[in-house]
């Protein structure tokens, strides 16, 4: 089954500003490498949305969280968290390091 993918307001602003820190403190060539592992994360949840476990953090919101990992290398470095809808969208709610602290409801809004 192919799943529609809906970004939120809030994932277009991480990963804008996550292209920018990859830029500034690497390089922009590991800032557009960064950008196209993580559209190419996103698309495949398209077809393995279904796939991916719980996040930890499932049950700070009333709906069930999914996460889907990916990095540049063979070790993932950030994370996917996101919702299925009931018309079978997938609902990209943010986009992650690892490192980071677990989610709260609030980082989700």
Known sequence: MSHRIELSPRVRREMREAVRWWA???SEEQSQRW??????????LRWRAGRCPVAPEDGIVPFTIYQHTFGLGRRP???????????DAV???TVRHLARDELRADDLE
């Open 24 to 26: 500034e403190n690497h």
């Open 77 to 87: 470095s950030h994370r996917i968290v996101f919702a299925m809808k009931p018309d």
């Open 35 to 44: 950008f196209v592992a993580a559209v190419r994360a996103l698309r495949s």
């Open 91 to 93: 609902y990209i709610l």
